[in-house]
């Protein structure tokens, strides 16, 4: 074979060794997606009131407030809102016995809060509050400022005092009158 048949033959074979080797080229598939999103609660919280309890010596016809003053945190991370206001809300479940001594009550109507430091006392009649409280037996102790803005997260230390008017009655038996009055802070 002359020389020039040999290097066609040569350059033939290499061409198709390099046609016939395997394809190393990137392979990819269809373009997917996924979405994605996240959400962070409202959140009110309330912090545990100090001090936790109290007595007093109640007298018929007279006013007899409880020693100290409760304070308590209220907190809040809300959504922005020119209309919304975070309350504190005390009550008593059942405002015709908010104090109890056997079958002898003392209703809510008789039970007043101040948080002006006795300036102004509200007796404990007013209605829920979204759904927070009782019917005749509520009393609103806190409310922000709308929470729209830089108010939207905050917290205030809330400090109230509560007294017990028997001036109108009703006349008590000799005993210990016990109750619980609840405190729920709530957004809206």
Same mark, same amino acid.
């Given at each position: 074979?002359?020389?020039?048949?040999?290097?066609?033959?040569?350059?033939?074979?290499?061409?198709?060794?390099?046609?016939?080797?395997?394809?190393?080229?990137?392979?990819?598939?269809?373009?997917?997606?996924?979405?994605?999103?996240?959400?962070?609660?409202?959140?009110?919280?309330?912090?545990?009131?100090?001090?936790?309890?109290?007595?007093?010596?109640?007298? %018929? &016809? #007279?006013?007899?407030?409880?020693? $100290?003053?409760? =304070?308590?945190? !209220?907190?809040?991370?809300? *959504?922005?809102? +020119?209309?919304?206001?975070?309350?504190?809300?005390?009550?008593?479940?059942?405002?015709?016995?908010?104090?109890?001594?056997?079958?002898?009550?003392?209703?809510?109507?008789?039970?007043?809060?101040?948080?002006?430091?006795?300036?102004?006392?509200?007796?404990?009649?007013?209605?829920?509050?979204?759904?927070?409280?009782?019917?005749?037996?509520?009393?609103?102790?806190?409310?922000?400022?709308?929470? %729209? &803005? #830089?108010?939207?997260?905050?917290? $205030?230390?809330? =400090?109230?005092? !509560?007294?017990?008017?028997? *001036?109108?009655? +009703?006349?008590?038996?000799?005993?210990?009158?016990?109750?619980?009055?609840?405190?729920?802070?709530?957004?809206?």
């Amino acid at each position: 074979m002359s020389l020039s048949i040999r290097a066609l033959a040569l350059t033939s074979c290499c061409a198709v060794s390099l046609v016939a080797a395997p394809a190393s080229a990137q392979v990819s598939s269809s373009l997917q997606q996924v979405a994605l999103g996240a959400i962070k609660g409202q959140t009110v919280t309330l912090g545990a009131p100090s001090p936790t309890s109290q007595g007093l010596n109640l007298v %018929d &016809g #007279a006013i007899t407030e409880w020693a $100290a003053p409760f =304070t308590l945190t !209220v907190a809040w991370d809300v *959504t922005n809102s +020119p209309t919304t206001t975070v309350k504190l809300v005390g009550y008593f479940p059942t405002p015709s016995q908010a104090l109890t001594f056997g079958t002898s009550y003392i209703p809510s109507s008789s039970i007043e809060a101040s948080v002006d430091n006795g300036l102004t006392w509200t007796p404990v009649t007013s209605n829920a509050v979204g759904g927070i409280g009782s019917a005749g037996g509520s009393v609103v102790l806190y409310t922000s400022a709308p929470t %729209d &803005g #830089a108010n939207k997260t905050g917290s $205030a230390a809330v =400090t109230f005092k !509560v007294r017990l008017n028997l *001036t109108a009655g +009703p006349a008590t038996l000799a005993g210990i009158y016990a109750g619980t009055f609840y405190l729920m802070a709530i957004a809206n």
